[in-house]
């Protein structure tokens, strides 16, 4: 549990959580007033969402950042207490980071010097907003699920801080070697035999044996795209399968290719082929069905 639940902060006027293994995120909005000092277990990524908010956010180590502008970032390292006073309405996006996983980053990719978190401010980031705003949309989604994406975006982030928040700055040094062929072979394998299932990004690390870090970046390398995308492809190929064989309700392909519920593979499936399950199916099989029938937006 964060230090500050269960507590009822005057400024506080809302608060929207969503939580994966490694990372959480809150999408806060604030009213004028005064957060106590406290400190977090994870390394907390802070990102104004408003512009023109007068305020001031202050550690015991002395950084004060004044968040005025939209898209500014604050990194608070883990264990760091802060406090902050909010002189208007505001909203932000925190992101809690896991230590653990910063470390992994470091080990899989040394930096060169030390790989401290530190305190520090941007004005702006594209990196950290970008994951901010990936989060923000997948828990808006209301898709459970998510879990290989937003292990990605979690690996980004903590090599992303390893760059440009640690008390040496000094970057990360590149990876060696690569995803091989036969490793590259295994792995597609596998995504393809088990994309139904919850696939976590060490199941496909640990399938080419390399590290989660060192796996994600050489599979993007190898195949152009993510691992999450490749899997969301796999799942929509598999609703195809599924859909042209014209036995099973929607509800039904949905499950069976992977995808959490209906809405969620209406929605990715037409992001991908242009049209919708429905008319897809239609279009392989003729004729009036029962299990046909879905809501309006189907």
């Known amino acids: 549990m964060n230090a500050h639940e269960g507590h009822r902060w005057p400024p506080l006027v809302s608060q929207r959580r969503a939580a994966w293994d490694s990372l959480s995120l809150v999408h806060y909005r604030f009213r004028a007033g005064d957060l106590p000092e406290h400190s977090h277990r994870q390394h907390l990524v802070l990102v104004s969402m408003t512009g023109g908010c007068g305020g001031k956010v202050r550690t015991a180590d002395g950084l004060s950042a004044r968040p005025r502008a939209r898209g500014s970032v604050c990194v608070i390292p883990s264990g760091h207490p802060f406090a902050a006073t909010l002189e208007g309405e505001s909203e932000f996006l925190a992101i809690y980071l896991d230590p653990s996983l910063v470390l992994r980053a470091a080990s899989d990719a040394p930096a060169r010097g030390g790989v401290e978190v530190i305190e520090k401010t941007s004005t702006r980031d594209p990196v950290v907003t970008s994951v901010g705003r990936a989060l923000l949309a997948e828990m808006d989604s209301e898709a459970p699920g998510g879990r290989l ?47 139904a299932h919850d696939l976590s990004l060490d199941d496909l690390a640990a399938e080419a044996g390399m590290s989660t870090f060192h796996f994600a970046r050489e599979f993007k390398r190898a195949t152009g795209t993510t691992p999450h995308q490749h899997l969301i492809k796999l799942r929509v190929e598999r609703a195809k399968s ?41 279009a392989a099989l003729p004729g009036p069905r029962s299990f046909d029938q879905a809501p309006p937006n189907e």
């Open 149 to 195: 994406y937003a292990e990605s975006l979690a690996n980004v982030l903590a090599v992303h801080l390893l760059r440009h928040y640690t008390a040496a700055g000094g970057g990360v040094r590149g990876f060696k070697g690569g995803l091989s062929g036969q490793r590259l072979g295994r792995v597609l394998s596998f995504a393809a035999d088990n994309c």
């Open 242 to 282: 599924l859909l042209a064989e014209g036995a099973l309700p929607l509800a039904e392909v949905s499950l069976r290719a992977g995808f959490s519920h209906q809405s969620h593979l209406t929605r990715l499936f037409r992001k991908l082929t242009g049209t919708t399950p429905l008319t897809y199916r239609r």
